[in-house]
């Protein structure tokens, strides 16, 4: 069965920075497009950063040059380095992946959510 499971979360200040991790498991063929979304209570989940199965990285404007998305194909793991964490960057992140798995001899592609993990910024 595939599953992504994160990591990374935490309290850090404002300025400091954090790591996610976001590990794919199971029968994987390959993984196509990519991304991390957050969400906060009473607002809908936001993307912050995807790479499209094109290989086509984009960030939400609220990120770009702090944020960055990078995948290690080996591991079936992608990550999102966070630099210069604001307070408005709380929020629970979710990693999501199109990903294409083998059962019983045959592909089949899915879409999959980590469980969420919190990042809390201190100001």
């Known amino acids: 069965q595939v599953q992504l499971v994160e990591s990374g979360g935490g309290l850090v200040q404002a300025g400091g920075s954090l790591r996610l991790s976001c590990a794919a498991s199971g029968s994987i063929f390959s993984i196509n497009a990519m991304g991390w979304y957050r969400q906060t209570p009473g607002k809908q989940r936001e993307v912050v950063a995807a790479?499209?199965?094109?290989?086509?990285?984009t960030y939400a404007d609220s990120v770009k040059g702090r944020f960055t998305l990078s995948r290690d194909n080996a591991k079936n793991t992608f990550y999102l380095q966070m630099n210069s964490l604001k307070f408005d960057d709380t929020a629970v992140y979710y990693c999501?992946?199109?990903?294409?798995?083998?059962?019983?001899?045959?592909?089949?592609?899915?879409?999959?959510w980590g469980q969420g993990t919190q990042v809390t910024v201190s100001s």
């Open positions: 790479i499209t199965s094109g290989g086509t990285t």
């Open positions: 999501n992946a199109q990903i294409r798995y083998d059962r019983g001899g045959l592909l089949y592609t899915q879409n999959y």
